[in-house]
C-alpha cells in the first residue's frame, strides 16, 4: 500500500483510509472489517464521537489497542449529544471540544489521538476559540494535529488563514468535483485533502446501477439524474483499459492530485475494504485518462456558503 504525508505533519498514511462509520454495532463484525482493513495494509482509521453515539470509538478502542503504535488515528468533535437521546447540537466551543476529546481517549483506549478534526462548522461560529481549543490540546500532547471536515468554501478558507490545520476532509469523486475549485488554495498552504465518498455510494464501483437505492434511482446523484447515471457509467466502462473498472478509476481520479492524501473508503463488511485495496492497485491514470474522465464528468461548483 503506498503511502503519503498528510500536510507538512509527520502523518504518513495508506492511500486507502478505512472510514469506520459504516462498520456497524456488533462488535465482531466490526473487528472483521477493521482487521481485513489492516492486513491490507491500510494504516489510517478515521471515526467521530458522533457515529454510533460513541460506540464507533468504543469498538475501534478495543480491536486496535494492541496495534495502537501502527495505526494513525483520527477522530471528530463538535456535534454534542446525549447518548440515548435521538439528534444532537452544533457546539464549536472550547469547553465543549476539549471535554468530548477526554470522552473520545476514554472510548478509544488512547492517550493522544493523531488527528483530531472539528466535525463541521459554520462562519458564524467563534471561529478563533475553536482554534484555541485545538492548539491548546496540541501543546498538552493529547492531539498531535488537527483538521477540519467541511464542504463550506468560506469555513475552509477561514481556518487555511487563521490555524495551523494539515488537513481539510472533503466529499470528493468523479461525481462531485466541487473541492476542486478549492485545491489551488489547500496547495499553496501545504493542506492535505482526505477525501470521503469516493464511491459516491457505492454508484462507482462494479455494483449493477439497478441495486443503487430507491432515492437515487428515483432522484439521481447530486447533479447528476439517474439516465444521466446510466449514461455515463456506459461511457466509463467503454473507456477502460487493462485492469482497470470503474472502481479503479474512481479511487485513481481522486488519487491523481497531490493534495489528495488518503481517499477515505466507508465499508460494513471485510470484503468491500479489501475490493478498495484491490482496486487502487491498478488505479494509477495516465495525463489522457484524468483528461478522458473529466471531460465525461461534471465540474460541479460549490454555490453556496461562499462569504
Known amino acids: 500500500m503506498n503511502k503519503r504525508r498528510i500536510g507538512n505533519s509527520e502523518l504518513i498514511v495508506s492511500e486507502i483510509g478505512l472510514g469506520c462509520m459504516s462498520i456497524g454495532t456488533n462488535k465482531r463484525e466490526a473487528a472483521a472489517v477493521i482487521d481485513a482493513a489492516l492486513a491490507e495494509g491500510i494504516n489510517y482509521l478515521d471515526t467521530a464521537d458522533l ?21 494513525i488515528l483520527a477522530t471528530k468533535a463538535g456535534n454534542r449529544f446525549e447518548p440515548g437521546k435521538e439528534g444532537w447540537s452544533w457546539d464549536p466551543s472550547k469547553k465543549h471540544i476539549k471535554a468530548a476529546l477526554k470522552q473520545s481517549l476514554t472510548r478509544l483506549q488512547t492517550d493522544y489521538i493523531d488527528l483530531f478534526q472539528l466535525h463541521g462548522g459554520t462562519i458564524e461560529d467563534d471561529i478563533d476559540e475553536t482554534i484555541e481549543a485545538f492548539e491548546e490540546l496540541k501543546q498538552e500532547g493529547v492531539i498531535r494535529y488537527y483538521g477540519i471536515s467541511s464542504i463550506r468554501p468560506n469555513v475552509i478558507r477561514e481556518y487555511v488563514k487563521r490555524s495551523s490545520i494539515v488537513s481539510v476532509m472533503m466529499q470528493y469523486s468523479l ?8 485545491f489551488p ?9 482526505l477525501a470521503r465518498g469516493p464511491l459516491a455510494k457505492g454508484l462507482l464501483t462494479n455494483r449493477p446501477l439497478a441495486k443503487a437505492s430507491a432515492a437515487i434511482r428515483e432522484n439521481g446523484y447530486l447533479d447528476y439524474s439517474y ?14 483499459t487493462g485492469e482497470k473498472d470503474i472502481h479503479a478509476m474512481a479511487l485513481g481520479y481522486c488519487l491523481a492530485s497531490p493534495v489528495v492524501a488518503s ?11 479489501i475490493a478498495s485495496c484491490k482496486a487502487v492497485q491498478h488505479a494509477g491514470l495516465t495525463q489522457e485518462d484524468i483528461n478522458t474522465l473529466q471531460q465525461l464528468t461534471k465540474p460541479s461548483k460549490y454555490t453556496q456558503h461562499q462569504n
Open 227 to 240: 439516465e444521466e447515471l446510466e449514461t455515463l457509467r456506459n461511457k466509463l466502462s467503454e473507456n477502460m
Open 185 to 193: 488554495l489547500l496547495e499553496e498552504h501545504t493542506i492535505s485533502v
Open 51 to 71: 457515529y454510533d453515539q460513541g460506540m464507533n470509538e468504543t469498538i475501534i478502542g478495543e480491536v486496535i489497542k494492541p496495534k495502537r503504535g501502527e495505526i
Open 175 to 182: 461525481l462531485d468535483r466541487r473541492p476542486e475549485s478549492l
Open 263 to 273: 481517499v477515505v473508503a466507508g465499508a460494513s463488511k471485510p470484503e468491500q475494504i
